[in-house]
């Protein structure tokens, strides 16, 4: 099956730990991105790399830390959790260019209590 | 940056009849603008797309128009089921954004019997 794939699905936490975010996607792209979905359903994007570089890097706290091992990876750290970070975050992945579609993932539900 | 301004953000419509959402973009250079539906505990997925070399595209049910000099563009769904319930998303992209996607803010699309 080709698809994104994210792990683990549902994350709950105590403010001020460190989570750790997997991404892993099968389709051949080599562009892939990090999105955060709050509660009113808004969709930020924060990272994305092409080819494990760095394209990509929105205002976001420095707590905040994308890491990716290949192109069919990329996963996302957060250091000393905010309660303002319960989201979902969402990854993503397109081929590199103009005008391509983004194929999600499930998504990555974290509470931060 | 670019930024994507969408209304409504809540649509409630008979099924049968038609719904529409309009999205208003600041970048001229923004030349890519797709549509993305959610589903509630589910992904976003394409649904449509349009290029800025097009003022009118239509996939079955779905329609899409491009006003470039207004930067504005917009998504009609005709005969609306009930399965059209979701989330949509309008986002828009320029060539020189590294394929970043910027979204809307959503609307929340309610077919009612």
């Known amino acids: 099956e080709t698809a994104v794939f994210q792990t683990p699905n549902y994350h709950v936490t105590q403010v001020g730990n460190e989570v750790s975010f997997n991404c892993k996607q099968t389709?051949?792209?080599?562009?892939m991105y990090w999105y955060k979905q709050d509660s009113k359903k808004l969709l930020k994007i924060m990272f994305s790399?092409?080819?494990?570089?760095?394209?990509v890097n929105e205002t976001v706290p420095r707590r905040f830390s994308p890491q990716s091992s290949d192109k069919a990876h990329l996963n996302l750290r957060i250091k000393s959790v905010e309660p303002e970070d319960s989201a979902v975050y969402l990854c993503?992945?397109?081929?590199?260019?103009?005008?391509?579609?983004?194929?999600f993932g499930s998504g990555t539900r974290l509470t931060v209590l | 940056g670019e930024q994507v301004e969408q209304l409504p953000s809540i649509l409630r419509v008979q099924e049968g009849s038609s719904a529409s959402i309009n999205c208003s973009y600041e970048?001229?250079?923004?030349?890519?603008f797709p549509w993305y539906k959610q589903e509630p505990g589910e992904n976003p997925k394409l649904i449509i797309d349009?290029?800025?070399?097009?003022e009118r595209k239509q996939i079955q049910e779905l329609i899409v128009l491009l006003d470039k000099k207004a930067k504005r563009f917009s998504l009609h769904i005709t005969d609306t089921q009930p399965g059209d319930s979701a989330m949509y998303f309008c986002?828009?992209?320029?060539?020189?954004?590294?394929?970043?996607?910027?979204f809307g803010q959503g609307t929340s699309l309610s077919v009612v019997p």
């Open positions: 986002a828009a992209s320029a060539p020189s954004s590294f394929s970043k996607l910027v």
């Open positions: 349009i290029r800025s070399n097009m």
């Open positions: 389709l051949g792209h080599d562009t």
């Open positions: 970048d001229s250079a923004s030349n890519y």
């Open positions: 993503a992945s397109s081929s590199w260019g103009e005008a391509e579609t983004l194929y």
């Open positions: 790399y092409n080819n494990k570089q760095l394209i």
